[in-house]
């Protein structure tokens, strides 16, 4: 499948800009912007208008808090994950509300009202990191989470840093460039 570094067609300034670090710089994030960042989910769309995203936060200076987020990550992630000043577990809502029913577009939902915040992020200057490598069980434990909910991907936020600070494999990846495929090869204007 072919892919290419480029932009090929016009897009947002904040989609342009958008890129996940690993590098961050130890600037805490004041917390009215923390306040906007889950402001921006709160106006992500969902099915039913269910809204079935919780998030668990936690500052670096919150070590109690952020110890139980922090200790479940694969030590890949824990090797930058430590820098960053803002550490976020999503999670999700599995039953509707209302009905009780089993909600089969959580996650989906999840997704778009991460990616809400992840663009509200760059409008501050500063870039998340998403991720999946972790352990659910121990998050589970940690956290106490009822099994009434799916827990999603964790999401590291702060202003972005020095890449020389990271170890030199990830250093390597911070600034390569990043590749998509062409459009051509997921978009069709004809069937399968
Ligand atoms: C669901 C999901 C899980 C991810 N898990 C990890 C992870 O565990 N560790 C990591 O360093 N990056 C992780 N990433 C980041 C991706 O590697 C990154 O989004 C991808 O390489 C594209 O780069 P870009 O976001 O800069 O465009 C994850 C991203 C998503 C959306």
Redesign the pocket.
């Known amino acids: 499948m072919e892919k290419s570094s480029s932009i090929e067609h016009p897009v947002l300034d904040l989609i342009k800009k ?3 670090v ?1 590098a961050f710089s130890s600037e805490p994030i004041e917390a009215d912007k923390i306040n906007s960042l889950f402001e921006a989910t709160r106006w992500a769309p969902s099915s039913s208008n269910e809204q079935p995203w919780v998030y668990i936060y936690a500052t670096r200076n919150q070590s109690e808090l952020w110890d139980k987020l922090f200790e479940p990550l ?1 030590d ?2 824990k090797v ?1 994950v430590k820098d960053a000043p803002l550490l976020i577990l999503s999670l999700a809502r599995k039953t509707f509300s209302v009905y009780g029913s089993m909600n089969e577009h959580a996650m989906y939902d999840l997704g778009g009202a991460n990616s809400f915040l992840s663009l509200q992020a760059v409008e501050f200057g500063m870039q998340v ?6 352990n659910s069980g121990k998050v589970v434990q940690n956290l106490n989470i009822p099994d009434t909910y799916e827990v999603g ?1 964790y999401i590291a936020v702060g202003y972005p840093g020095d890449p020389s600070n990271l170890p030199d494999k990830l250093k390597q990846r911070e600034i390569a460039p ?1 590749e998509r495929f062409l459009q051509q090869e997921f978009v069709m204007n004809r069937t399968f």
């Not at 990191?129 to 972790?134: D, E, K, S, T, W």
């Open positions: 958008r890129r996940s690993r694969n890949s992630n930058w990191r998403q991720m999946a490598g972790f991907v990043r």
